[in-house]
């Protein structure tokens, strides 16, 4: 039981003063007191938290799949060797035997008869021409930005879509809005309906002769397109008169041209008829010597044919031989290069295996450490956090003895 000196006489405490005897406990009210004071007594000497009211961490563990771990790459890297080409092999052609050219069979000589044109003298008809492209009159149209409407449409939009968009209005409005605005200041009616309605009619005003000027030029500019289409299709038809005129000049001399020719034809037949008959006299000379000729040079064609055959199968054999050896020679150097490039690509590839496994178990090394520093930094927070709280309800326990021994106390005391 916990004591404490009688304050002195005239002292000032916080507690109510009762008369000694005013209230003086029953038996039942004594045992009570026993038991509270040996509680507050045991909580004094030694404070301790109710049986469940102990705050204990629920720790984290490393559960089961939670850190990674690597094998890294496994199997065999090694490119197979390929196959050793064999070195191709050509043979040589056989040579080819001569083909001896036959003689071919005399034939007779041709015999020529006189031919006789048939038919009637020619006679000449005028040829007969039309006009294929005639002259068709050029047909135009006045659109609308070469009206005034169309133009003072044009400029209406414009102000209205620089008002819509918050940007300054036209060049050409900007002269008229000021001196309007100017006016309506002047008369102190800058701010009311009538100055809008005096600026949109100033605007307009100043767009009439713009709107005028601009449909004039559109409207010359179409007066001018028609003048040139018809002066064009006047140019045209004029053109086309003359290579219709010209066609038909050429048609009439042509038939003058064939109705000479046909007669001088005509006059000629008995001269050819003349000339045939020299022609068969000497025709058969010509034949047989033209086949003598024949027969001797077809002779020294097959002869000289042979020779060269001969010369081109042992050229072509020699040929083939140097080939055989060269080819077996590159095919030799193409397998070596190939069997040293394939050995550097498996010692390159192994070694970037064993870089690859070797960075992949960092990372997933340092991933793991990762894990577990914040697994146990959050069982680390999770004590000190149930460790406080417990604390605290001790010396909550701890307060709450203290007030009540000295309630105990004052009323044992008083």
Known sequence: MVTQAKPAAGATIDTVNLDTGAVKPTSKNQTTSSKATSLIESILAKPTMPTGTTI?????????????STAGVTGSTAAAMPTAAAAPTITGAAAPTSTAATMPTAQTANTYTQAGVAGSTPTMAAAQGTVTAPAVAAQG???????????LADLQSDVETAVASGNPLPVWARGAAKATEAAMANRGMSQSSMAAEALAEGIMNSAIPIAKADADTYKEMVFRNLANNQQAAITNAQSYLQMDMQNLSNTQQASLSNMQARQSFLLSDQSAANAAYQFNATSQNQVNQ?????????????????????QYA??????????NAQNTVQVEEANA?????????????????????????REIDQSNVVWRRGINTANTAAVNAANQTNAQNLLNLSN?????????WRDDVC
Do not use: C, H
């Not at 024949?294 to 000289?304: E, H, I, V």
């Open 56 to 68: 204990s961490p629920q720790l984290q563990n490393v559960g089961p799949n939670e850190l990674m």
């Open 141 to 151: 149209t006045i659109s609308t930005d070469a009206t005034v409407r169309g133009q």
């Open 290 to 310: 033209f086949y003598d000729n024949m027969s001797a040079t077809l002779s020294q064609q097959n002869a000289a044919r042979n020779d060269a055959m001969k």
């Open 314 to 323: 042992t050229s072509e054999t020699n040929k083939i031989s140097a080939l």
């Open 337 to 361: 290069q190939r069997e040293s490039a394939i050995n550097q690509f498996n010692a390159t590839l192994s070694n970037q295996r064993e870089q690859f496994n070797v960075n992949n178990q």
């Open 400 to 408: 709450w003895a203290m007030s009540a021994a000295w309630q105990l």
